[in-house]
């Protein structure tokens, strides 16, 4: 699940996306797709061959390490923090052919060598997310993570495909965040066709761009395989690791993949492991728990209409959102906000509970007057070429992983039955997270099977953190990960909805967060928190 700001997220497909969720035995991997000629026994040998490349990956990473050196002078990570370089195979089945760089960074504990328990990987979600930003952590002093540094070197990087580790992409950037974008929730059959045929024309796109070559290795499980040999090259024996939304989901792989190299995990947001979920049940999941937190939201603007004057209640709220939508699509305003661009920012409120003021403010300042505070804060940035390119790589990386990672349905009946009832009851995501992912319906490349997440031998207790009603990845999923994984602990913060729980100050969690880390102590049972603060206007 990408954990991004919402103008990451403005899609080639016509709508504006959704920061999506945006997602084995011990030792094996994602078996093929299934088929007439497929038998169970070369599927496992696939997995032995994979295995076993993955292992001399491992091997040769840690005879190798890391030459750490500053970060390059544009890639906006200055010192102490270092980068550096990890080759893996771009398919492990063939590990002395062809080798891809993953991007690294890291930064030394800031406690004594006594003090130093080893190196903490971090993955903030996506798929699609860089984690390279985890180090600055230290160096801006943040409070929450003071104790857990003075322990761990905070290392971050970039997935494969994602950022400066051979990334991909399925469409010119710059037209990629070209607006307006077609409103999401069509209006006729004409509306779907073209949805339909800019999905097809998409996941084309990223047969051309891309590869086919590279698009087949887009998983998930070799993700997870690209931390293994992360893990190896940082000299670590066993492996410390803090995954965010999607990032849960590489936890679990890993976890299930490598129990007996798991040291210490926390998993955050967690997305559902279920092979039934992966990926597309999970996303029609996603569309009725955003439903939910965006009413959430909108309680919470009318509790401060003194602040806003957007309605005293969540109706005069929803029916000032609904006519701010009729007003972009009749006329988009200031000429490229519709109601696609409006999703691309609104959705960030349901999603992060920082978004609350900054989100509930301009709209505010637009019912007042004031269209250019929308236009800026919705509205696409075309000089802003990098962040462009960053924003069309992370798309590609999204839709690439969960597309090859699963079966997708192929019958365009079975979406369209699913997302005309949903968007029923749950119309504020609902068709463009449909868009989003169409792409997966006509994937140019073979689609794999789930990994059947589980307890492994050797897997130590993990720390899972939840909240009650987040709507990117809901509550199910971190209660069905506890369930798979035996001896781990679930703390629920209860009436909260905030995307990434560890991040945020709550005197119930972060303590509990710093015991585990430090001494690897877990509650002797689950913990229910109450939330943390709600913003304030």
């Known amino acids: 699940m990408r954990e991004t700001r919402p103008k990451w997220r403005t899609t080639a497909l016509g709508s504006a996306g959704v920061l999506i969720t945006a997602t084995l035995i011990s030792g094996a991997v994602a078996a093929p797709a299934s088929g007439a000629n497929t038998s169970d026994r070369t599927a496992r040998h696939g997995q032995d061959r994979e295995a076993a490349g993955a292992a001399i990956a491992a091997a040769r990473a840690a005879k ?19 980068c550096g370089w990890v080759s893996v ?48 952590r230290v160096t801006t002093k943040n409070p929450i993570w003071a104790n857990v540094a003075k322990a761990y070197d905070f290392v971050g990087f970039d997935p494969r495909g994602v950022g400066h580790s051979a990334p991909i992409s399925c469409v010119d950037p710059q037209e990629f965040v070209k607006a307006p974008k077609m409103d999401p929730v069509p209006d006729s059959e004409a509306d779907k066709r073209a949805q339909r045929k800019l999905a097809r024309e998409y996941a084309e796109g990223c047969a051309e761009r891309t590869g086919k070559a590279m698009l087949q290795q887009m998983t998930t499980p070799n993700t997870v395989r690209d931390l293994d040999v992360i893990r190896a090259a940082l000299g670590e024996k066993k492996l410390n690791y803090l995954g965010v939304s999607y990032g849960t989901y590489i936890g679990a792989v890993y976890g299930t993949m490598y129990p007996g190299h798991v040291r210490r995990m926390i998993v955050d947001s967690v997305v559902n492991p279920s092979r039934e979920k992966i990926w597309y049940e999970a996303n029609l999941d996603q569309d009725i728990a955003f439903e939910g937190r965006w009413k959430d939201w909108e309680d919470w603007v009318a509790a401060n209409d003194a602040a806003f004057h957007l309605g005293t209640t969540r109706a005069a709220v929803e029916a000032k959102w609904l006519e701010l939508r009729a007003t972009a699509k009749k006329n988009p305003i200031g000429g490229v906000v519709g109601p696609a661009e409006l999703i691309g920012f609104f959705q960030s409120a349901p999603y992060y509970d920082s978004s609350w003021v900054p989100v509930a403010t301009v709209f505010s300042k637009y019912v007042a007057g004031d269209t250019q505070a929308l236009v800026d804060a919705a509205a696409p940035d075309l000089t802003d070429t990098a962040g462009n390119i960053s924003s ?10 969960e597309c090859t990672d699963a079966k997708w349905p192929t019958s365009w009946k079975t979406w369209d039955r699913d ?70 602990r679930l703390i629920t913060e209860k009436d909260a909805g905030s995307h990434g729980v560890t991040g945020l100050v709550n005197p119930c969690i972060n303590p509990r967060v710093d015991a585990y880390l430090l001494t690897g102590k877990l509650d002797k049972a689950d913990v229910t928190c109450t939330p943390h603060a709600t913003p304030k206007p």
């Open 64 to 82: 190798a390490g890391i030459d750490w050196a500053d970060c390059p002078a544009d890639w906006g990570i200055a010192k102490p923090v270092q």
């Open 392 to 401: 069309e790589n992370g798309n590609a990386v999204y839709t690439a992983v």
């Open 419 to 488: 997302n005309t009832a949903l968007h029923k009851k749950y119309p504020f995501m609902t068709w463009a997270n449909a868009w989003l992912n169409l792409p997966c319906a006509t994937w140019p490349v073979k689609q794999q099977t789930p990994v059947n997440v589980r307890t492994g031998k050797g897997l130590p207790g993990v720390l899972i953190v939840q909240s009650e009603r987040d709507a990117a990845t809901p509550y199910d999923g971190g209660v069905e990960l506890h369930k798979r994984f035996k001896g781990s």
């Open 89 to 136: 195979p771009l398919d492990y089945a063939k590990p002395n052919g062809k080798q891809i760089k993953l991007a690294v960074d890291h930064i030394g504990n800031t406690g004594t060598t006594a003090e130093r328990q080893g190196a903490l990987v971090y993955n903030p979600g996506g798929p699609g997310g860089s984690g390279m930003r985890f180090p600055l």
